[in-house]
């Protein structure tokens, strides 16, 4: 995922959550999710927010597209 990707991830959590998203949180966040797909944190993003009312963390995407990219890699090979 770029930095610029993080950021529209970021926003979207915002917006849920009403809450900012600011540069510095965009760059801990990229740090962390820098190897993740970004449509696939997308879906975790959806994932998480259909089935929990916790606040959306890193680890939450992280987890999430992990899932979400093996799910496709299942399919392929089905």
Not at 2 to 12: D, H, I, N, P, Y
Not at 22 to 51: F, K
Request: proline residues 1%; charged residues 30%.
């Amino acid at each position: 995922m770029t930095l610029q990707e993080t950021g529209f991830l970021l926003a979207k959590i915002a917006l849920v959550e009403n809450r900012t998203a600011t540069n510095e949180q965009i760059r801990a966040w990229h740090e962390i999710l820098q190897d993740v797909n970004y449509q696939d944190a997308m879906e975790a993003l959806l994932r998480h927010y259909r089935n929990s009312s916790e606040s959306c963390k890193p680890t939450h995407i992280y987890k999430g597209a992990r899932e979400v990219s093996e799910e496709k890699k299942k399919r392929r090979f089905e």
